[in-house]
């Protein structure tokens, strides 16, 4: 039902191209307006040059029930900083000026969504040059609400599939779920534990003897070699946590970025992008 | 809208009362949702469940619960003797655990049991939803975590001190604004942490379905037991309802069994605050918006980006910036008024319903009673209002001293 002229699809394309490189992704994850929108902005330009092959941007929501301390650190310190959802649509807009190429998934919590409308969103992420949504709380059984109206405006819907999600339940996640699908590989909230190698290579068949759909692993990841490992059994390494705490680290007491705030970022991303480069896909 | 036949079929299979309900969590969360609404829908058929239900209910917490001709307090307010409306407070606050809390708690712990989870955890504001779980944890030895903000644990430490007597384990919210949401976003993460071994007991009819619908269900033993009550004192139904609403369960236990008899009136007071003019309030209907929180779409405090605001109220059970989904679809479709009562307000009842009945109600009731003494006046005797007095004011004597100025 993809309304996405296959030829425009940042997504795929990216996917086609690592898969003729022979290598992983990484996709960085960053939260809009962290930690505040001028240095986000400057952040999330540098991304794709210091490795990034796909950009997931958190919608910053002050009650981000399925986050870790970290995460939800950087949500509020972007609210607090003024951030809203149409800033962050301008953010995408404005980076996509420079960038026609590297996709950029939107992540985050249905309820600044709803406020906003439905359809105004979905008109003004499209026409910044968003890619994608992950909406963590609307699951398949509220596909009605935004999935089947973001997937006709011609946005990716990509999708959480669990530990926990059994072949039935798995079957439900993998319906109307585009672009990619993204394997949370432990159970819990962002940025805590990492499962083991040999579980998340279980889980990647497990999907993909469903799914034709590219696989990304995420949860846990912080370091180039645990992102290395990922990435030789699955399509691409989501990285988050530690790229927030990166940025938390850049500032000065008084909460204010240091001038290098986003080098340390684009540095690690440096890091996690070699390590993602010099893991072999199997 | 289109006005329903009844008021008591709903939810809908997908958790919906109208626009309202739902079930709006992550995929982390969604087998176990599942798997509550699969083991509550067969518990419901088991006549034994209800068996124990009803054991417990009746030699555990003490019920059913009286309802009480507060007579002094009518000519009170009617300004004279058989002046004014004939006011019946329901007695839910001489539950064991001292509030309507206990029904639920009840309920849902005996589901825990029988799908075989060896851990609980709780949210609580005002406390009284944590001593709940905590009182029936140390019953059942089941080991219990409850979430508390910060801000809640300073302002209620008789009830800290409680559950920690009772073996619980108390822990702290710092993130967010330390209040009752974020104690639920924290009982919600140990949740999605722990799926194997814990069952999250919420404490009121909001979340992702089936909780508002189950929670309703245990709390519903008050609406039931009132008609009966009603039937022997007066031999008719009641005139109007008035119940106090934060997240909005002790109301819908009273309201429920109600809701088509649309004779009766029927009032939810929530909390204003400073006045909700000033936005400083819990009143999530009177002041806020749809949006979607917790797991369902109901009426929100927000601001026009989404961002959930901070609910505000002197009654921490009350401090919750949304309502339970289906009192949203009850005024929408105009069945239940909701109107509100301040901090103020909420006081001055608090200490006449002391000095003139002998009775100490929780802050929260004392919103209710806030409203009662508004409508009372301009009624007659013939007219039967049911007030639920859904908690004792125990834990709130330190409060409630502190905005006299006592210092004790």
Redesign the interface.
């Known amino acids: 039902m993809s309304e996405i002229d296959p030829k425009n699809d940042r997504l795929n394309r990216r996917f086609a191209a690592l898969k003729a490189e022979g290598r992983g992704g990484l996709v960085a994850f960053v939260t809009a307006g962290d930690p505040n929108p001028e240095a986000s902005a400057r952040i999330v330009k540098g991304l794709p040059a210091a490795g990034a092959d796909i950009i997931e941007l958190g919608m910053p929501?002050?009650?981000?029930?399925?986050d870790?301390?970290s995460i939800?650190a950087s949500s509020?310190r972007a609210?607090n900083a003024g951030m809203?959802?149409?800033k962050t649509i301008e953010l995408v807009r404005d980076f996509r000026r420079d960038d026609p190429d590297t996709p950029i998934i939107l992540m985050g919590?249905?309820?600044?969504?709803?406020?906003?409308g439905v359809d105004a969103f979905l008109a003004d992420a499209v026409e910044a040059g968003v890619d994608g949504l992950i909406i963590?709380?609307?699951?398949p059984?509220?596909d009605d609400e935004l999935c089947l109206p973001a997937r006709a405006a011609g946005l990716h819907w990509i999708?959480?599939?669990?530990p926990?999600?059994?072949a039935e339940?798995l079957e439900k996640?993998l319906t109307n779920t585009s672009g990619f699908v993204y394997y949370?590989s432990v159970?819990?909230?962002t940025g805590?534990k990492s499962a083991a190698r040999d579980s998340i290579a279980a889980a990647v068949s497990r999907i993909k003897a469903r799914s034709d759909l590219p696989v990304a692993v995420g949860f846990g990841i912080r370091r180039p070699e645990q992102a290395q490992e990922v990435v030789s059994v699955a399509d691409a390494a989501v990285v988050g946590s530690a790229l927030v705490d990166t940025v938390k680290a850049g500032l000065d007491e008084a909460g204010q970025p240091q001038d290098d705030v986003a080098a340390a970022v684009h540095a690690l991303v440096r890091d996690l992008a070699t390590g993602v480069r010099s893991g072999q896909t199997e | 809208m289109e006005l329903p036949n009844s008021y008591r079929t709903g939810p809908d299979e997908?958790g919906h009362f109208g626009i309202f309900g739902?079930?709006?969590?992550?995929?982390?969360?969604?087998?176990l949702i599942l798997a509550v609404e699969k083991a509550y829908t067969a518990a419901r058929q088991d006549p034994s469940f209800q068996a124990d239900f009803d054991y417990y209910a009746k030699h555990y917490v003490g019920r059913p619960s009286p309802l009480y001709f507060a007579e002094r307090l009518s000519d009170e307010l009617g300004g004279g003797p058989g002046r004014g409306a004939k006011i019946y407070f329901k007695r839910d606050e001489l539950n064991h655990t001292g509030s309507h809390k206990a029904n639920n708690v009840l309920g849902q712990i005996l589901l825990a049991r029988r799908m075989g989870k060896t851990r609980i955890i709780a949210e609580t504001g005002a406390g009284q939803h944590g001593v709940a779980p905590a009182t029936f944890c140390a019953l059942f030895t089941l080991p219990c975590t409850i979430y508390m903000g910060q801000t809640d644990i300073e302002r209620q430490a008789p009830n800290v001190f409680r559950m920690k007597l009772l073996g619980a384990e108390v822990h702290s919210v710092t993130?967010?604004t330390g209040t009752l949401?974020?104690a639920m976003?924290d009982a919600?993460?140990d949740w999605?942490?722990n799926?194997e071994n814990t069952f999250y007991i919420i404490g009121t009819v909001a979340g992702p379905h089936p909780y508002p619908a189950m929670v309703r269900d245990f709390q519903s033993i008050i609406g039931k037991e009132v008609r009966e009550q009603m039937q022997e004192a007066e031999g008719r139904l009641p005139d109007s309802l008035v119940a106090c609403i934060g997240g909005g369960s002790n109301a819908m236990g009273l309201f429920h069994p109600f809701l088509d008899d649309t004779e009766v009136k029927i009032y939810g007071v929530e909390a204003a605050g400073l006045g909700v003019n000033t936005g400083e309030h819990a009143a999530s209907l009177t002041g806020g918006?749809?949006?979607?929180?917790?797991?369902n779409?109901t009426y929100?405090l927000?601001n026009?980006?989404?961002?959930?605001k901070d609910a505000f109220s002197i009654s921490a059970g009350l401090d919750y910036p949304g309502i339970g989904p289906e009192h949203s679809w009850l005024h929408e479709t105009g069945r239940v008024n909701y109107v509100s009562a301040t901090d103020e307000e909420a006081l001055d009842a608090f200490q006449l319903c002391s000095r003139i009945e002998g009775i100490i109600p929780a802050l929260e009731p004392a919103h209710a009673l806030a409203y009662v003494r508004k409508m009372a006046p301009d009624l007659n005797r013939d007219h039967i209002i049911v007030m639920n007095l859904c908690g004792r004011g125990d834990k709130d004597v330190f409060t409630v001293a502190d905005a006299l100025g006592v210092e004790l």
Do not use: C, W
Request: hydrophobic share 35%.
């Open positions: 929501f002050s009650d981000p029930m399925a870790g301390p939800q509020l609210l809203t959802l149409r919590y249905y309820n600044p969504i709803y406020r906003y963590v709380d609307l699951p059984e509220e999708r959480l599939a669990t926990t999600s059994d339940r996640v949370v159970m819990g909230i805590t | 997908r739902g079930r709006y969590v992550a995929e982390t969360l969604m087998p993130s967010g949401k974020d976003n919600l993460r999605v942490a799926v918006q749809p949006g979607v929180l917790h797991g779409r929100l927000q026009d980006d989404g961002q959930i």
